[in-house]
């Protein structure tokens, strides 16, 4: 019914040409047009894909999970659009066994098989470790959000910044020391973003950011492990401006790491709102 | 290009036939044709529209929110399908001034302007009241989620539930008793539901289920109130059975309250998982 | 610093008395006091707790994916708290090879462990399912949100219910009726949840509701693909109302199937609300 | 129970001092002690406060609305807290009439409460159009979420940029070119941020973006406006980057905005992932 004729008489920008190679009457490329506006476009892609892919671990093993996954590339002014199924056949035929350089691998073919300058890929899933209760010794797993996400350039160039959301506990030092018994203490979320070199497991950097709160939150706790983590917390009183300068303590102290962005906020259980702290921190620049 | 013809050969299961009144070819009511497949719809509308409403204040005033909005009503075995349209109608008109009334009578409009022998409404919002420091008697405004549901049978009858989502403190009985200082505690959310005869106030159902948590939330504590409500949540340890108890004992003792549903979830600080305990109770049934 | 005598006093109902072992002073188990305020709780326990999961799929092989969770117990009136830290184990012992007689398992495990009357289990998770496309036969894996519930009553009878989430695309009859060309469509998710008797796997329970939508959705679509399922759309329109009758029409037909809710919400491509229908159906009834 | 003296005991970075005006025994001003970690704070303040607002329409009334609002300010490296009670009071305050130049407003009396070089304020919230529908001119309520943010630097100079996300319709220039009949179209969300000088209305941008897609969307559609939007879609074909682009073409010939960064998602109806498509300009570039 609809010629190519027609769409370009529709289309109101008037913008797009017939095809470039003219012999694909029966079913045409619109995406292949040329495109007159004369506005290149920065990201075009696909958006919150959820896929299963399998990671590496840092004890050698591999994890499964569900990742939430966006993929761009650039475009350039003079092309009418992208070509969205190559997006899902890259995906497809690259999950297994995913690592920050497989991202990067991943950006790279994006970029030929789109034939695009720059490709940038995001991925966020649900990520667990294995944690001892502090006494009694009970193993459990805890959820920890990670990201990874890659941009490579029109020199080929990856740019990696991989990113971590780890839930703990903070206590607050004005409560404990105006009170004469007791102390608000609430959940918050740390999430840290890094670029580094050399090698960087998941695991190194929940460590590296759990540790700068007031306690850290288990799957199984007793009651010797409640006790511990309980007097743990109050004897670590955090505000979120202590837990993100602890946390940028630490980071600035890794030599792998080049930069980073550190935010806590804190479900305040005193408050129907949040407390929050961010620091970013490009260490090329001191 | 398409034709009722066309259509009543293309729907898979057979069932539509040619409009009762056969004279609407130009602009058919497609939604008005008969229906073979023998099955009755128990709800049919719009879900999640988003609309300003103005609500009646317990001090007399009003106050203006958003609320998100669902609209149903049923639809007989014979007929194919409702008029959508006709419900955001209803909606334009009424929405000043909301009550429980006004909300059974919009829920009876609903049935009469759809045909229908049933009809629902529910409208969820963000509520503010304005609460004072507990000390130094610093005003704030508080927020509260509440919901006015009503469904109104083929009899007229209609049955109007309220509830109310109260966000409050609760501090751990068992961390308090096991520690040596301190005590686990996090905000926690506590929703109650509750079919009523006389009058209910928003402001009256918070209040009943606030008073059930270790302390309540405020929205600007200065220091003097900061050890307050510290102490006063260590003074009131609850765990999440509790918090629903005591919310259940108020419930029970309130005559105009007939039946109930009371939840709360607790943001336990330790974990990273909930604690949730719920109880509902019809009065009539005992 | 807190001792049982001291919690006694502070808690408002009174309620709470020292332990029945008497010997516990050291760390009290406050959960297993007894409470004197006559009220049981329908359910407590742990909600949103996020865990891998391993099932096994129609095919004979395993997927390993993300569940949040839900886990309860009944509460008798006479014990003032459930021991929460008694679920995460029971979970953690048995998330390999899920199946829903695995399920009730865990649900009979958990009423023994809290030495309860009911206990309540519920899953949700994300599903992937291998589609080829419509003309390519091009592969993909497209995400269904699936969940397993188990309630097990005070008699043993274990009451499973699986659901399942199916996004597809609907096509406006009566847009395509009343209009010169085009017709509005959009993506929809309809919701199935049922309980059966025998063998019913999460891709049968799919394939019945998807059917029932004016197309399915694919993750990779090459151009013959894409037309083929925009013409399939517009040959299948369907309102709200047709796409869960036309799913009765199919679980009415299947005799393993005892009971169904089915729903479906169709994101209307020229409003910014849902159209919104649901049909319940209990086969003992009738 | 504690005292200054164990509270800088106990935290670990040993960091915090005796406050600097040694008389607050009773009840110190944590918050005030100095802070050696040496580590500047870009961002602390306030998250997800939700609060009541009115605001200035561009027809000369006022429109209340619930907001969901950020407010920041940086703090110096020798400082341990900022007062997190006192951004609240200037919202408090500040409440009715909002505009543009009154966020600025607030903005800087943040950095002067609260004693900082940089302040930051963000609200999000639902604003409400009435839109006649295309042909019955029936009135109806559309939603938009808008957002202003204003970041003040440590000269005073304010930073504002307005925000709309636009609910519209899109069809798929490809799937209408390749099928016989019918093309797939959707829901799609358009995001514009922008900075600009003179006066700029929410309307206004909303308006310009909206104009951008295959058709608007409405709250009330009779038939004869459904078939109207319906062949006006059809009409208007249009990839995710033709939206974005045909939305810069307007922005760019707009000489009030000096600034935009535009956005589209595609909620397409052939998958369960959404098309995407991204064009940030900043106008002094070039």
């Avoid at 950006?107 to 294995?130: G, K, N, Q, S, T």
């Avoid at 805890?142 to 740019?159: M, P």
Wanted: negative net charge; contains cysteine.
């Amino acid at each position: 019914m609809a010629t190519p004729a027609d769409t370009s008489a529709t289309i109101k920008t008037g913008a797009t040409e017939t095809p470039a190679n003219g012999v694909c009457k029966a079913m045409p490329d619109v995406q292949g047009f040329s495109d007159r506006r004369q506005i290149a476009i920065d990201r075009v892609g696909v958006k919150n894909v959820t896929y299963p892919i399998t990671l590496k671990t840092r004890n050698g093993g591999s994890e499964t999970t569900v990742a939430t996954i966006d993929m761009y590339v650039s475009l350039p002014h003079d092309r009418k659009g992208t070509h969205m199924s190559r997006f899902l056949e890259v995906l497809s035929e690259n999950r297994e066994g995913i690592r920050p350089e497989k991202i990067n691998a991943i950006c790279r073919e994006l970029r030929e098989r789109l034939d695009a300058e720059d490709a940038h890929v995001r991925l966020e899933f649900v990520y667990f470790i294995e944690k001892q209760a502090p006494v009694t010794k009970q193993p459990g797993l805890l959820d920890y959000r990670v990201s990874f996400e890659c941009a490579v350039d029109s020199q080929g160039n990856a740019d990696f910044v991989m990113g971590v959301s780890v839930p703990a506990a903070s206590l607050c030092p004005c409560s404990r020391e105006i009170s004469e018994y007791g102390a608000h203490n609430q959940r918050c979320q740390i999430d840290a973003e890094v670029r580094f070199t050399g090698e960087l497991w998941i695991e190194d950097l929940v460590t590296m950011v759990e540790d700068a709160a007031s306690a850290p939150l288990y799957s199984v706790l007793k009651r010797p492990d409640e006790k511990f983590v309980t007097e743990q917390a109050y004897d670590n009183p955090k505000f979120v401006e202590d837990i993100v300068r602890d946390a940028a303590l630490t980071l600035n102290a890794d030599e792998r790491i080049t930069w980073y962005s550190v935010r806590s906020e804190n479900f305040e259980s005193i408050h129907n709102h949040n407390a929050y702290a961010q620091i970013t921190m490009d260490k090329s620049d001191t």
